[in-house]
């Protein structure tokens, strides 16, 4: 079928794109979310696009459910089955605290400490078993978890040194099986094959608390789509970045985590990459929060290790992204002494901003930024006209008047704080990190990360910023442009001299073999299929591992050089006379999907910038209004160029150009903006 449909589910919106592979047209969709069902905003855009549903071949869909459970501890009942002496690893952590300079706070593990459960089994770090375990013992826990009166949904499995020997978690999977109502039984062999019992014990727990909540959800979007006539495929985007099937994400639903936001970035690192600028970051602004991410060399940085919530961390591949609360959802207030915040409470998609007039009360960015004149109130990305007057009026009362500021000096004020939070977000992603930002471009994205970008460019001091041609559903995009991505981890943690070679060969063989029939099963349309082998190594002694390439060849002293030289880019200089040990082996086994032109994407464009201007506004900058001129994005002649002040328009977001800043429209509309010298 020719149509495929791309599907972001943000906080405030759902965007939808819709690509005719024969044709290259595509249609836009921008609906409000539905956070108590969020297939019925995806069913509601499919419906306002029109298209018949026996013309639509794929829904590539990003999700936050599973995000959104564990956030707001919505996830399904659990249980954790662990070796003895091992029922407080969730509680005792790392030994950190959720305030960390001050001396209260509380923490509530997502499986609470009646629901973890021990057994008599052990196997050493070799993989030697000491203690095989007794089925008979596991029939008798099972049976009493059964009885429980909180209906224990998922049953989580975690056994100290499974990674090395998972017999005896594979015999507690042969009792539970005969047991067990349902398919949510989840084993650390199988989630997280690693080191570090907290981080494994973690991972599973989460894997199986969202577990139930991401097959309700898929089987109820699949039951619904089925229903309206679809009868192909609906792939899921994993936090890594690559795309699953459903039957895959609802056994692997840890790794659904980060899904919508790392569809962004890969639309982001592709666009920017096609335009010339291989070193980005990235800054997704949708109504609810700013996620930001690194990209360098064209490639998104992945890590091996998130954390959720506070002591919530999770171990999978996944693309390393920050999270805050600052959306143009973000409400603004006033703390107890009086300083001006934003978020992390949200206004959402419901009641949403006080200017969408749905019965919003507390003024939030989006807010401050229609009474700067900065987006349009008869042209908004919600469709509605916006009510300038009721927002201005709320901005004045609950943060103007206490503050001792007039109205447009009180929505400033909301604006700067706003963008000095993100700024410290990218800090930390980028000065942190030891890159230089001023060899990066900034890529926003998102219904409000355009209006942000002049700001946060000058306050990190970001060499350029790219604003893509669909800003508001980039992520959405993201989703069609995917690659299918399976990861595989083993650990090992042996000695570089010690390793077999032909082991570590058979093992990465086995993992090729295995992602080939994953793809196969998928049946995901793929065209050449990649494998990237890496290891987590380090020095003898040493905690801290760094992330390695391996070479073709698996020599070790090729090995050992790899990771000399990225031990040296980390802490700027390798150690002499230490052994080496690889500590955890991974695979990822990729299947390429066809790259999409995005020269496609740019509609005609006016034959000069005077035809592209539709008015002139009141804009507030810096402490003072500007007549400031008004485009039409979409009919901005390709190559032209020209200096802020200057608003840019179009149905899926607004860009803010500043005073002092130069716009160049590139070959595949994307707007490049510099600072004037």
Not at 338 to 364: E, F, H, M
Not at 500 to 506: F, G, H, I, L, Y
Not at 523 to 534: D, M, N, S, T
Not at 618 to 624: A, I, N, P
Request: charged share 20%; proline share 5%.
């Amino acid at each position: 079928m020719p149509i495929s449909v791309g599907v972001d589910i943000g906080g405030t919106f759902t965007d939808m794109i819709f690509l005719d592979e024969e044709s290259g047209s595509l249609k836009t969709i921008k609906v409000s979310s539905t956070p108590a069902d969020q297939s019925l905003g995806l069913l509601s855009g499919l419906e306002k696009s029109a298209f018949p549903m026996d013309e639509i071949g794929v829904i590539v869909h990003g999700t936050t459910v599973a995000t959104n459970a564990i956030l707001e501890r919505k996830g399904a009942n659990c249980a954790l089955i662990t070796t003895k002496g091992f029922r407080d690893v969730l509680e005792m952590r790392r030994r950190d605290r959720p305030n960390t300079w001050g001396l209260r706070g509380t923490f509530q593990p997502i499986i609470p400490r009646e629901h973890r459960y021990e057994v008599n089994e052990r196997t050493q770090a070799d993989g030697t078993l000491l203690k095989e375990l007794d089925p008979a013992e596991v029939e008798g826990l099972v049976r009493q978890i059964l009885a429980s009166p909180d209906k224990i949904e998922a049953v989580a499995v975690c056994f100290i040194h499974s990674y090395a020997n998972p017999h005896n978690e594979q015999i507690a999977r042969e009792v539970l099986e005969k047991l067990w109502p349902n398919q949510n039984i989840v084993l650390s062999s199988e989630v997280m094959p690693e080191l570090r019992e907290f981080e494994r014990t973690s991972t599973t727990s989460v894997n199986a608390y969202v577990q139930p909540i991401i097959s309700r959800y898929l089987n109820h979007l699949e039951e619904m789509l089925r229903e309206k006539g679809f009868k192909h495929d609906v792939l899921l985007i994993q936090s890594n970045g690559g795309l699953m099937s459903l039957n895959v994400a609802s056994r692997f639903a840890v790794n659904t985590v980060l899904s919508g936001p790392a569809a962004g970035v890969i639309a982001a690192s592709y666009t920017a990459q096609q335009a010339g600028f291989p070193n980005v970051i990235t800054a997704d602004m949708g109504g609810t929060s700013l996620d930001s991410s690194l990209v360098v060399g064209g490639q998104p940085t992945l890590t091996g290790d998130t954390k959720i919530d506070f002591g919530v961390p999770v171990r999978t591949p996944m693309i390393e992204i920050l999270t805050i609360g600052a959306g143009g959802g973000s409400i603004a207030w006033l703390d107890t002494a009086g300083y001006l915040q934003i978020g992390p409470q949200s206004a959402g998609a419901d009641p949403g901003p006080i200017c969408y007039g749905k019965g919003g009360q507390r003024p939030t960015v989006t807010d401050a930024n229609v009474v700067l004149g900065r987006i349009n109130p008869r042209r908004s990305i919600s469709g509605d006209r916006l009510n300038v007057e009721a927002a201005g009026q709320a901005i004045e009362e609950q943060i103007g008047q206490p503050l001792g500021l007039g109205r447009y000096e009180a929505a400033d004020a909301i604006i700067k704080v706003a963008n000095l939070k993100m700024a410290n977000s990218i800090r930390l992603i980028s000065i942190e990190r030891g890159h230089d930002p001023r060899e990066f471009a900034l890529v926003p994205f998102g219904g409000a990360g355009p209006l942000h970008a002049g700001a946060l460019m000058r306050e990190v001091g970001i060499g350029s910023t790219l604003v893509p041609y669909y800003p508001g559903i980039t992520s959405a995009i993201g989703c069609l442009m995917a690659d299918a991505r399976h990861d595989f981890t083993r650990t090992l943690n042996k000695r570089l001299d010690d390793l077999d070679m032909t082991a570590v060969r058979a093992m990465l063989d086995g993992y090729v073999a295995e992602g080939h029939a994953l793809l196969e099963k998928e049946a995901i349309k793929v065209g050449q299929i990649e494998a990237l082998f890496e290891a987590d190594m380090s020095y003898e002694g040493q905690v801290h591992a760094i992330r390695t390439t391996l070479p073709p060849d698996l020599s070790p002293t090729r090995i050992q050089a790899q990771f000399e030289a990225a031990y040296k880019r980390e802490y700027g200089r390798a150690l002499d006379n230490i052994p080496v040990r690889l500590v955890t082996l991974r695979a990822a086994i990729i299947g390429l999907r066809p790259r999409l032109d995005l020269r496609r994407f740019v509609s005609g464009a006016a034959t000069s910038l005077e035809a592209a201007r539709h008015e002139v506004r009141q804009v507030y900058f810096e402490g003072r209004s500007y007549d400031t001129p008004v485009y039409n994005r979409t009919l901005l002649p390709l190559g032209v160029e020209f200096n802020g002040p200057a608003i840019i328009e179009q149905a899926d977001s607004t860009t803010v150009v500043e005073p002092d800043m130069q716009v160049r429209v590139d070959d595949f509309g994307n707007i490049i903006v510099k600072i004037s010298e």
